[in-house]
């Protein structure tokens, strides 16, 4: 797993300057937030246009951070291409060829001494759920979650009993378990490798709903009279020389 962090690549930059300032007008976000929520999103049942997910996730907070349309242009560009980049990562093809192989790049924060003093300093808890909340994945994990909340009508969950609903059910407690407090965290375990189980559950779930992809509903179509039949638009003519004459 190579996640973005220190040193983000140029889009993951653009991405990153566009989700600070969203995050000054909505507590959640951040990159990483963001960056679990396309993830979310793309790893789902089905494939989820902009124009939905993007106002799913910020309600109009990206409306009234970007108002300029030149400005707004620049910020649906490089959320826009991090979605791209996630997609690819995410491709169902590519992890069938290897399903055991981590493609996944998620944007992690790297937190410091002084996140956790200000943590602390704002109010916002004590030194132990600053040690909770500020480390890598938390913020992904809650982001993913969002959008499996946002598009639940999507995400109907196999029942315990199913037929691969282990599969399912492990791959979303492994995601979630990046939320598990530290204090209640094995002290040996290894974060980065909480992480790779995490990216590896996320690609998990793209292939189970490729295999599990919600049927569409059946269209119901009605029998055509025969041609010799009073047309049933009620003209008295037969159904030949009246709305079947073209057939």
């Known amino acids: 797993m190579t996640a973005l962090l220190a040193e983000p690549q140029a889009v993951a930059s ?35 246009p902009i124009d939905q997910w993007l106002p799913a996730m910020l309600g109009d907070t990206f409306e009234r951070v970007f108002a300029d349309p030149s400005d707004a242009r620049r910020a649906h560009r490089a959320l826009s ?40 300093a704002q109010g916002l808890g004590d030194a132990q759920q600053a040690a909770d909340e500020l480390r890598p994945g938390v913020g992904w994990s809650r982001g993913f979650f969002a959008a ?37 965290a094995d002290i040996a375990a290894d974060r980065d490798a909480q ?16 295999d ?15 041609r010799n039949d009073p047309c049933p638009c009620g003209s008295g003519l037969k159904f030949k020389k009246c709305h079947g004459a073209a057939r």
Do not use: N
């Open 14 to 48: 653009d991405f990153e300057q566009v989700c600070w300032r969203l995050a000054g007008f909505d507590g959640r976000v951040s990159p990483e937030w963001i960056d679990g929520y396309l993830t979310g999103v793309l790893a789902g049942p089905r494939a989820v």
């Open 81 to 120: 291409s991090r979605w791209s980049e996630l997609a690819q990562q995410l491709d169902a093809e590519g992890l069938l060829g290897s399903p055991s192989s981590i493609y996944l790049e998620p944007w992690m924060m790297a937190y410091e001494a002084d996140d956790h003093e200000a943590f602390v």
């Open 148 to 184: 499996v909340e946002h598009f639940a009508a999507d995400w109907v969950e196999p029942a315990l009993d199913a037929p691969d609903a282990a599969r399912y059910h492990d791959a979303m407690r492994r995601i979630r378990d990046l939320q598990t407090a530290a204090s209640q």
């Open 195 to 210: 992480i790779d189980a995490a990216c590896l559950a996320a690609q998990q779930l793209r292939l189970y709903w490729v």
């Open 212 to 226: 599990h992809a919600p049927k569409p509903s059946t269209r119901r179509v009605e029998a055509l009279p025969g």
